[in-house]
């Protein structure tokens, strides 16, 4: 943590405005009392600011740089619960309280903050009696975002991009992304060579924190620039060197650039960088391109086991379509979509899917639980919604609940017919059994571990078995065995799993749900017996005095009652959210393949009809 730290117009001007933000207006005069009883701090990357339960009840703005909390459990496990970006302030709690700090702050990479401190802040207040009403909404809106479900998406600014293949030219890649960059917000692309051609300083770039006037001259030409666009694209060289090393202390996010031809294995130059460093690098990420040839990618196992990346894209560089939608993800405005369990209601999703497509609104994460994991398949795999709902259809056909088991120990339903569906459906797409890693778009299925009572998340291994899993309902299909452990339908716990496309970091999320708030009524006080029911099927449909659900429909919809208890939490985290009207359908309705999907189609088609240019924009963009 260095001090007296020499201040540059630009940052004195995001002083100025920070401090305007916390106090709002105040004249020259009250600037002249604050300045200069401020200090200027720099933290380098993965330096601590203060820790929790510290004593310490300054607040902190910052300049530049960006910052996580997190807190540290009895366990000793550490949670993230926020970042700090530029702009915004650390420490407002204690500045009131004076209690010891709620949460450890570090430094995800270099920073510049300028300390307030109580005693100066309580100077200010007998002066601006008033002011504290500005800090109090700080607080307030700090205490309402901290309670929201939504996830508040801090927008990366500072990306790396580390190549990894020694036959690839990384910078005609980024070349070639960076005008779908561009459309997301002013992109500056940064590389050794062109600092110092900037500067017309030979190795300016390669400047080390041992050369003190150089370094800093940089750092801060750095920062000037951060405050002038949106996005900065770090370019590392091909070898350790300082430029790279700043590069990788910058990142707000470090992406690995790699040919999917080339060899999996760790190299020697990630080994240097990420390995043998002691510095502790931003959040990884693993982006791997394919030529033309690929219909879907394989092996991708082997790439993600020797390096901890928390997400992975295959990019095929050649298709626009992929390219934009990395550039969603890197500027931090992807679109998840998300689709419920619902048996053979889910055949709306892939209508729901059409739409989008004819809507032109694009997809940057998919997942679901049960049937809505199976439609998430065959989107991931970024098939044509007409594939999408040939293959689907052919399985609905089949009916996978026809193969009835004579010794029902276990399960009424041997389940054979619904593995041998999911896996024709998967072969019909791409041609050959693929893990769920391999998707063009991530993917993720949800399933309930029945042996820990807990739900599960899916996003690697066989895409068969663990559609399988996430589609196993208790009772009717047998449950799949993984690592001793029984894994059944998703439903049971989280049907409507848009939580979980929360925490990855997409913008906004379209969900389709089934839930119906106001089920049917019986008329009836009294339940028939069995012979009853029995003669009232033999009645015409309107004639019918027992409309009774079978034991089918209420094993399997019992399934997904604690999920539906929870709709209205998994529906807040949705920004669009779809809800086809298909209570007159079974969920064993597999023959109404068509009606289903024509619903959900028409369903999605005049809700967007219905928007607004500028409310499509909001996805589209």
């Given at each position: 943590m260095q001090h007296n730290y020499p201040i540059k117009d630009y940052q004195h001007d995001l002083l100025v405005n920070s401090l305007s933000s916390v106090f709002g207006k105040f004249d020259t005069q009250m600037l002249g009392l604050i300045e200069p009883q401020l200090e200027w701090i720099?933290?380098?990357?993965?330096?601590?600011?203060f820790r929790q339960d510290e004593v310490d009840d300054s607040l902190y703005f910052v300049i530049s740089g960006r910052l996580r909390a997190y807190i540290t459990t009895a366990e000793g496990e550490n949670l993230?619960?926020?970042e700090i970006i530029r702009g915004e302030t650390v420490g407002e709690m204690a500045l009131f309280t004076g209690e010891p700090r709620g949460a450890s702050i570090v430094a995800t990479r270099d920073s510049v903050l300028v300390k307030l401190t109580k005693a100066l802040f309580e100077e200010i207040l007998k002066a601006y009696p008033l002011i504290s009403m500005s800090v109090s909404k700080i607080i307030i809106n700090r205490l309402r975002n901290s309670q929201s479900l939504k996830k508040n998406v801090k927008k990366p600014v500072n990306i790396c991009f580390v190549g990894v293949s020694p036959t690839l030219n990384h910078r005609d890649f980024i070349d070639k992304l960076f005008p779908y960059l561009e459309r997301k917000g002013r992109t500056l692309i940064l590389s050794s060579d062109l600092i110092n051609h900037t500067h017309e300083t030979e190795n300016l770039a390669q400047a080390a924190k041992s050369d003190t006037t150089h370094y800093r001259k940089l750092s801060q030409w750095l920062d000037e620039q951060e405050s002038k666009y949106d996005l900065m694209l770090y370019l590392c060289d091909s070898a350790n060197t300082e430029w790279t090393k700043r590069c990788i202390r910058n990142a707000d996010e470090i992406y690995l650039l790699a040919s999917a031809e080339d060899s999996p294995a760790l190299t020697a130059f990630e080994k240097e960088i990420f390995i043998k460093t002691q510095a502790k690098p931003a959040v990884k990420n693993l982006i791997l391109l394919h030529d033309e040839r690929t219909r879907i990618p394989h092996f991708t196992d082997q790439w993600l086991k020797p390096r901890n990346?928390?997400?992975?894209?295959?990019?095929?560089?050649?298709?626009i379509a992929d390219l934009q939608r990395l550039a969603r993800v890197i500027s931090g405005n992807a679109i998840g979509l998300v689709l419920a369990g619902g048996g053979a209601k889910g055949f709306a999703h892939l209508g729901v899917y059409q739409a989008l497509k004819e809507f032109n609104i694009p997809i940057d994460f998919v997942g679901g639980t049960s049937v809505g994991a199976m439609m998430s398949s065959l989107v991931a795999f970024d098939i044509s919604p007409e594939m999408a709902r040939q293959?689907?259809?052919?399985?609905?056909?089949?009916?996978?609940?026809?193969?009835?088991?004579?010794?029902?120990?276990?399960?009424?339903?041997?389940g054979h017919r619904i593995e041998k569906m999911i896996s024709d459906s998967i072969v019909s797409s791409v041609g050959k059994e693929v893990n769920i890693e391999d998707t063009w778009i991530p993917c993720y299925f949800v399933s309930s571990n029945f042996t820990e009572a807990r739900e599960v998340l899916h996003t690697k291994g066989s895409i068969t078995k663990y559609l399988r899993a996430s589609s196993s309902i208790p009772g009717v299909f047998p449950p799949v065995i993984d690592n001793?452990?029984?894994?059944?339908d998703g439903g049971t716990f989280n049907n409507f799993p848009t939580d979980i496309m929360n925490k990855m970091g997409v913008a906004k999320i379209i969900g389709v749900d089934f839930f119906i708030d106001k089920p049917n009524k019986l008329s009836i006080t009294k339940m028939p017996s069995g012979w009853e029911i029995l003669k009232d099927r033999f009645r015409s449909k309107k004639d019918q005095k027992y409309r009774m659900p079978l034991l089918m429909s209420i094993i399997l919809n019992s399934t997904v009652l604690y999920s539906d208890a929870r709709q209205s939490e998994t529906k807040k985290y949705t920004d669009l959210y779809i809800n086809p009207d298909l209570r007159k359908y079974s969920i064993l309705n597999w023959q109404a393949f068509d009606e289903i999907y024509e619903i959900g189609y028409q369903h999605a088609k005049k809700m967007f009809e219905n928007m607004s240019e500028e409310e499509l924009r909001f996805y589209r963009e």
């Open positions: 720099e933290l380098a990357g993965g330096e601590i600011l993230t619960v926020g990346v928390q997400r992975h894209f295959h990019i095929r560089p050649h298709l293959n689907a259809r052919k399985g609905a056909f089949f009916n996978p609940t026809k193969d009835y088991t004579l010794l029902p120990f276990v399960s009424l339903i041997k001793q452990d029984f894994l059944v």
